[in-house]
């Protein structure tokens, strides 16, 4: 039999995600051997949250995938084997794995990942969240504004960030992007706003995690979130005041000081150390 591609409406569909800027995967069936739904060519896409498309004939693969990939959210393109029974028979790859399925056959795939520009999450669009979305569209982020005043939101220019997004800082967990490599920067327009915010944000998994504010009122945010019950572990992953501190008070002088320590902890260089 043939290969079995993916239909137009697929790589429509694939074109459609990335343009959005969103976080997927792609599987391509490579091989397969003896009796299995799958067939070479085969092809899902499978975002984040959203709905899967395409199909790699169906069953409990498809689910281990799904699964495995939003758990994992891997980085980097893996090679893959499933044996379609319990025991499998200890030939193939080395990585070889076991399902539930009695089909009896052998499937080798591969998972993409199909990952946009870094996802900058910034709550808070007044002069420092645009000085920080421009500057770091300008340094190869994807910057997202989040706001509760959708006028506001509606005078940003394209050029200056065109992934806009109304919220009213009650609906963070389902508005935010949360993960391994997510990076979150909190600089709403109100002492409350940022508290509110953060308590949303903690204890979910990010790669950097920052809130705008002076010592004193930083200090006076964690104390009363540190009251409420939010352990140390938590309180010390935040990154504030946010950014390095090189004497910064211009939106923009401002927006330097967080990107220079973003591109710190996202090249790996070194790790912020907690005052």
Not at 95 to 122: A, D, H, R, W, Y
């Amino acid at each position: 039999m043939g290969s079995i591609m993916a239909t137009p409406g697929y790589y429509q569909i694939l074109a459609s995600c990335v343009e959005r800027g969103e976080i997927l995967w792609q599987v391509t069936i490579v091989t397969t051997e003896g009796s299995t739904p799958a067939k070479p060519g085969m092809k899902m896409l499978v975002p984040l949250t959203q709905k899967v498309h395409g199909n790699l004939g169906g069953g409990e693969l498809e689910h281990l995938l799904i699964q495995r990939i939003r758990s994992e959210q891997p980085e980097q393109p893996i090679l893959q084997s499933y044996a379609l029974t319990e025991q499998g028979d200890g030939a193939g790859l080395e990585n070889e794995l076991p399902t539930s399925m009695i089909c009896g056959g052998k499937v080798t795939l591969f998972i993409e990942p199909l990952i946009p520009p870094q996802l900058l999450q910034i709550v808070g669009a007044g002069h420092c969240g645009r000085a920080l979305a421009h500057l770091a569209g300008l340094c190869g982020f994807h910057a997202r504004l989040i706001d509760n005043r959708r006028d506001i939101l509606a005078d940003i220019p394209a050029d200056i960030c065109s992934d806009k997004a109304f919220s009213d800082f009650s609906d963070l967990d389902r508005i935010l992007r949360f993960g391994p490599s997510a990076l979150i920067v909190i600089m709403t327009h109100g002492h409350t706003h940022d508290q509110h915010a953060l308590e949303q944000c903690l204890g979910k998994p990010c790669r950097y995690l920052g809130m705008i504010g002076s010592a004193k009122k930083v200090s006076a945010t964690l104390e009363s979130l540190r009251a409420k019950g939010f352990s140390s572990d938590d309180l010390e992953r935040v990154h504030a005041p946010v950014g390095l501190p090189i004497g910064s008070q211009t939106p923009y002088e401002i927006a330097i000081s967080i990107l220079a320590e973003l591109i710190q902890i996202t090249s790996g260089i070194e790790s912020r150390t907690q005052p």
